[in-house]
């Protein structure tokens, strides 16, 4: 599958490598085409990894991760074209911080996320949030954290969550582990969530940390 990533940071190499050694053909999105960090990746990655702008690994991908930090999202969405996200899955991983206290401070609204910003941006797109509840060596490793432990996805479009959730087993999360909270209205609580992931890396001191719902 050809897959757009869009961030160049710890977690869009993190996710990006993970697909590249599942075969997928990645590109690496930026607000540069030549973006340095991105071209290392593509040299040390090799076959399947490529880089481009932001509106290059949209256009590239048939499923498009953000991978962007929350707050600017939107900035690095609006660059993109609406057409090259049109009928896509876009899965949403961002977190909403304030890093500038030095501490992170989740910014949140009580009626509103990030993913849902993105969906009413890009109105034709297919958002779906996962992934940001978790570290990013989580992210693509779950087996790092011991015993059954939950991942949550959520979004408007059913077929867009199955292809999300077939990828993320694909990363090696049981398929019964992947926890549908509905529509992208449920990102408000996985945005939400970080506030609370944030004490309870604290509590163990290794950001190898995740939970499991029971009832
Ligand atoms: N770290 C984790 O383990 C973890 C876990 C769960 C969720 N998350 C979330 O995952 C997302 C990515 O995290 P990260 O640490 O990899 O991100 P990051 O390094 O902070 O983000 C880097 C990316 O953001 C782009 N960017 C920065 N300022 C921008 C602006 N004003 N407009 C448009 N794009 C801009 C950069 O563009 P250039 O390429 O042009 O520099 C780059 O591609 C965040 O939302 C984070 O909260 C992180």
Not at 97 to 126: K, M
Not at 158 to 184: N, Q, T, Y
């Amino acid at each position: 599958m050809r897959i757009g990533v869009l961030g160049t940071g710890t977690v869009g190499r993190k996710i990006a490598t993970k697909l590249v050694g599942l075969g997928h053909e990645v590109m690496l999105g930026s607000r540069s085409a030549d973006n340095p960090t991105a071209a290392e990746w593509v040299a040390s990655t090799g076959p399947g990894a490529s880089q481009g702008t932001f509106a290059d690994a949209a256009a590239h991908g048939e499923l498009v991760f953000n991978c962007t930090p929350g707050p600017v999202s939107l900035e690095a969405i609006a660059s993109v074209p609406s057409a090259s996200l049109a009928g896509k899955t876009l899965v949403d991983v961002s977190n909403s911080l304030d890093l500038s206290s030095g501490f992170p401070v989740v910014v949140l609204s009580p009626t509103d996320s990030v993913a849902e910003q993105i969906q009413r941006a890009v109105a034709e797109a297919h958002v779906v949030k996962a992934l940001n509840t978790v570290n990013n060596e989580v992210m693509v490793d779950p087996g790092r954290v011991p015993g059954e432990h939950d991942l949550f996805v959520c979004g408007d479009d059913a077929a867009a969550k199955a292809e999300v959730v077939e990828l993320l087993e694909s990363f090696g999360w049981p398929k019964e582990r992947i926890r549908d909270l509905g529509d992208v209205t449920g990102a408000r609580a996985l945005e939400a969530y970080l506030v609370l992931w944030l004490r309870l890396r604290g509590l163990v001191g290794s950001g190898d940390v995740n939970i499991r719902v029971v009832s």
